[in-house]
């Protein structure tokens, strides 16, 4: 059958079930639609998964019990029995703790480790609903005179208001919005909406009414078995999100606003509450006002958590997490503030051209963070190491011993001359070190001398190896036109 076949199919059994639901056609159109669901679930259950089956399997079990308890009742029908609570109770409300289980496993996948802020915004939600179902709904009309009753009229709003926290899990934790998720917020919202309605309905109209709900209840199981037999059900309803900073919707803060009002609204409406509503009313907008700040407390750590890794990628090379040109500047007319001796190395790296044509930018990347690292391990724990762009690198040094300094620059000299394996080739790379010092100087002008002596080494070396090619062939005549423009004028 075509899926527009299918689909023109199950829109005319609702329509039968709408219309005619005591009727035969309607009660085969019902239970014909029923029993293709459930075959239909355990079908997509048993199909090859790159992941848990576990939702599926509980969805589709879900569906089965539904369908037992439907199957009971039509018997108990037919026998002419029809107490007022049943086995078909009991099917029926074991399959909300299954629905929910299915929602809460999804929810786990999708957002393993930032599902936090949606908990609690679910939590928020399901408290302020779970006390306005209580004192509206549940109490109102619980019967006294029957403990059984009264349990079962307790555990359908029940069930509805953990398949209500659920959803919102789903729906306020990070993930696709592709159909299976619409899919199975449309059957649970579905049924919520049935069971609402016939809560509500059920001391105003007869059966001969509600029987007619039944085509809402197919339309919800029947958006369930679409979420299961769904080609992209795990790929949709089972990848994990990425992490990233949360920025909460506007609909959000406006929801939770609204969870914060329902108590003072329901004793406004309500005026007169018994002794019990009114113990529910006081601790469900404790645990409502519990939730909303543990959630406005969640978001001011989220901001702040935001604010100081912006401040801290500011303040970094992305590259190869060195500190930046700025916080050298800073830290260097901090230390010349201060009075204390302060030295800086300039360096730039020899042949590392070459490596970037011969092996490609991303070889050039990793040598750069290799370099990075062999820095940060060949100076003192406060000292700076900053990466100034390109191949060049800066370390500051305060209060340093002069007598120190030579030893410094061979031994950094040593460790930056060191193989590194790319793709297990070692390839290997030289640097050219420039020094100056001073107390209480210019920053920028100690930069500058420290970069021209820097350029006097490099053009050192290059006529030491004998024309080698230690900066680039031809290099010669543009390193002394630099030299020339950075030395600092008399």
Not at 85 to 95: H, K, P, Q, T, Y
Not at 266 to 280: D, H, N, Q, S
Not at 302 to 316: H, I, N, S, Y
Not at 321 to 350: E, H, I, M
Request: glycine share 10%; hydrophobic share 50%; charged share 20%.
């Amino acid at each position: 059958m075509s899926s527009r076949a299918a689909v023109a199919t199950l829109v005319a059994c609702l329509g039968l079930v709408a219309w005619q639901p005591e009727a035969p056609v309607g009660r085969t159109a019902y239970f014909g639609c029923s029993v293709a669901f459930v075959v239909l679930a355990w079908r997509a259950v048993a199909r090859p998964s790159s992941r848990t089956r576990l939702p599926w399997a509980l969805l589709a079990a879900t569906l089965t019990t539904w369908l037992l308890g439907d199957t009971v009742y039509a018997g108990m029908n037919i026998c002419g029995y029809s107490p007022d609570i049943s086995v078909c109770d009991v099917l029926w409300i074991a399959g909300y703790p299954m629905l929910a289980a299915a929602l809460f496993v999804v929810v786990r996948h999708r957002a393993p480790h930032s599902a936090r802020a949606g908990v609690l915004d679910g939590l928020t939600l399901t408290s302020a609903v779970a006390m306005t179902m209580w004192v509206l709904i549940v109490s109102p009309g619980m019967d006294a005179s029957s403990a059984l009753a009264s349990v079962v009229q307790v555990a359908y709003p029940l069930g509805d208001v953990v398949v209500l926290s659920a959803v919102l899990f789903l729906l306020f934790t990070p993930g696709r919005r592709g159909a299976p998720v619409v899919l199975l917020v449309l059957g649970a919202a579905v049924m919520q909406v049935g069971d609402t309605v016939l809560s509500v309905l059920a001391d105003v109209v007869g059966d001969s009414v509600l029987v007619h709900f039944d085509a809402v209840f197919l339309m919800s199981n029947a958006f369930l078995m679409l979420a299961v037999v769904s080609p992209q059900r795990d790929a949709e309803l089972l990848t994990a999100s990425e992490p990233r900073p949360e920025r909460p919707h506007r609909a959000r803060v406006l929801f939770l606003g609204a969870a914060l009002a329902c108590g003072p609204l329901i004793f406004a409406l309500r005026g007169t509450l018994a002794p019990g509503e009114r113990v529910a009313l006081g601790l469900g907008s404790l645990v409502t006002v519990t939730f909303a700040l543990a959630r406005f407390t969640l978001a001011i750590g989220e901001q702040a958590r935001a604010q100081r890794e912006l401040a801290r990628v500011a303040d970094r090379d992305p590259l190869t997490g060195l500190a930046n040109r700025r916080v050298l500047l800073d830290r260097v007319s901090a230390a010349l503030s201060s009075g204390a001796g302060v030295l800086v190395l300039y360096l730039d790296l020899d042949g590392f051209k070459a490596v970037n044509d011969e092996y490609g930018h991303s070889a050039g990347d990793a040598v750069l963070g290799a370099v990075a690292e062999r820095l940060r391990a060949g100076v003192r724990p406060h000292d700076l190491v900053a990466r100034m762009g390109g191949d060049e690198f800066v370390v500051l040094c305060e209060d340093l011993d002069p007598t120190d300094v030579d030893g410094l620059v061979e031994r950094l000299r040593r460790s930056v001359s060191e193989p590194v394996l790319l793709g297990g080739v070692p390839v290997r790379v030289g640097v050219s070190i420039g020094t100056a010092g001073g107390v209480g100087s210019d920053g920028e002008h100690l930069l500058l001398t420290a970069d021209a002596a820097m350029f006097a080494d490099k053009r050192t070396r290059a006529a030491s190896a004998g024309g080698a090619d230690v900066v680039g062939v031809g290099r010669e005549g543009e390193l002394a036109s630099r030299l020339q423009r950075l030395e600092p004028a008399p």
